[in-house]
């Protein structure tokens, strides 16, 4: 029961973050740069104010460790969770909700295949047959159509969700995942005086509305969001953590036409279609490869 409800408030919180984004662009409320900065500030303050809680339990508790105490991310991850933070937010200036989160979604799982492939992973037929299926489904999608009113837009979600599964690759080595995000949350915040330099320039457009939503964004969708993730991932064997993520692009496009009036395409149906389906297929064979 724990388990599904943590799962459940993590899925919720994913998609949130694609309807805080593009509700607040789409509304005018504020500009892209303006939202990555406060979204990876109010992020950063979430985060490190949880890991302080977590690692005050551990120490309370004797579980504390130098395998812990050493994992505090690194700068290419931060690097990775900058780009896809950005490029993220500028593209939702264009993107609808739900096609957003499946091109974010799809661009996440295609790296990690991708990754595995490289790596030399040995996979069956109908493994490889998933994969060039959910890449031909993320090339139609991203195609410009009634869709995807923008290329740049889809072409910059796809580099965020790029980014994203690099970061995602680099993670799996971490002992700790909650100090490892916190960590690298305010490893990025680094590079806020340079994201400033254009962001300054918008400054007149921000309103407050725009602020609460990022705020939103970063410190509950991201920084709690993250975490209860992170509570429910132990509970959960590695196939049911991937494939309940393929129900964030749906929550997200239903958010999209109940909060945003944003319709369903039929391209966005069958893209759906495509790549869920295939990486579904491609998870739950994982294991059938000799």
Same mark, same amino acid.
């Given at each position: 029961? =724990?388990?599904?409800?943590?799962?459940?408030?993590?899925?919720i919180?994913?998609?949130?973050?694609?309807l805080?984004?593009?509700?607040? #662009?789409?509304q005018?409320?504020?500009?892209?740069?303006?939202?990555?900065?406060?979204?990876?500030?109010? &992020?950063?303050?979430?985060?490190? #104010?949880?890991?302080?809680?977590? *690692?005050?339990?551990?120490?309370?508790?004797?579980?504390?460790n130098?395998?812990?105490?050493?994992d *505090?991310?690194?700068?290419?991850?931060?690097?990775?969770?900058?780009?896809?933070?950005?490029?993220?937010?500028?593209?939702?200036?264009?993107?609808d909700t739900? *096609?957003?989160?499946?091109?974010?979604?799809?661009?996440?799982?295609?790296?990690?295949?991708?990754?595995?492939?490289? =790596? =030399?992973?040995?996979l069956?037929?109908l493994?490889?047959?998933?994969?060039?299926?959910?890449?031909?489904?993320?090339?139609?999608? @991203?195609?410009?159509?009634?869709?995807?009113?923008?290329?740049?837009?889809?072409?910059?979600?796809?580099?965020?969700?790029?980014?994203?599964?690099?970061?995602?690759?680099?993670?799996?080595?971490?002992?700790?995942?909650?100090?490892?995000?916190?960590?690298?949350?305010?490893?990025?915040?680094?590079a806020?005086?340079?994201?400033?330099?254009?962001?300054?320039?918008?400054?007149?457009? @921000?309103s407050?509305?725009?602020?609460l939503?990022?705020?939103?964004?970063?410190?509950?969708?991201?920084?709690?969001?993250?975490?209860?993730?992170?509570?429910?991932m132990?509970?959960?064997?590695?196939?049911?953590?991937?494939?309940?993520?393929?129900?964030?692009?749906?929550?997200?496009?239903?958010?999209g036409?109940?909060? #945003?009036?944003?319709?369903?395409? @039929?391209?966005?149906?069958?893209?759906?279609?495509?790549?869920? &389906?295939?990486v579904?297929?491609?998870?739950?064979?994982?294991?059938?490869?000799?």
């Amino acid at each position: 029961m =724990k388990a599904t409800l943590y799962t459940l408030v993590a899925l919720i919180a994913f998609a949130a973050n694609s309807l805080l984004c593009r509700m607040a #662009l789409a509304q005018g409320y504020i500009d892209a740069w303006n939202f990555t900065i406060i979204r990876l500030v109010s &992020g950063a303050v979430c985060l490190g #104010l949880i890991m302080a809680v977590y *690692t005050y339990n551990l120490k309370r508790k004797g579980a504390l460790n130098d395998a812990i105490l050493s994992d *505090t991310g690194s700068w290419r991850s931060s690097i990775s969770l900058l780009v896809y933070a950005l490029c993220f937010s500028i593209a939702y200036i264009e993107l609808d909700t739900g *096609t957003g989160a499946l091109i974010l979604f799809s661009a996440v799982q295609l790296t990690m295949i991708g990754w595995g492939i490289y =790596k =030399k992973e040995q996979l069956s037929k109908l493994q490889w047959g998933a994969f060039f299926v959910a890449l031909a489904g993320f090339v139609y999608l @991203v195609l410009p159509s009634a869709a995807v009113p923008s290329l740049l837009g889809a072409s910059l979600m796809a580099l965020s969700g790029f980014a994203w599964g690099v970061y995602s690759i680099r993670g799996k080595a971490c002992v700790s995942p909650l100090r490892t995000t916190a960590f690298n949350f305010i490893r990025s915040l680094v590079a806020i005086p340079v994201l400033l330099l254009v962001a300054i320039g918008y400054l007149k457009t @921000v309103s407050m509305q725009g602020v609460l939503l990022a705020c939103a964004s970063g410190a509950i969708a991201s920084g709690i969001g993250y975490s209860i993730w992170y509570a429910a991932m132990p509970l959960l064997k590695s196939t049911q953590a991937a494939v309940v993520q393929l129900c964030v692009p749906v929550l997200a496009a239903i958010a999209g036409m109940l909060f #945003l009036s944003e319709q369903v395409t @039929v391209e966005f149906i069958i893209a759906s279609s495509l790549i869920l &389906g295939s990486v579904l297929v491609f998870i739950l064979n994982k294991h059938t490869a000799r």
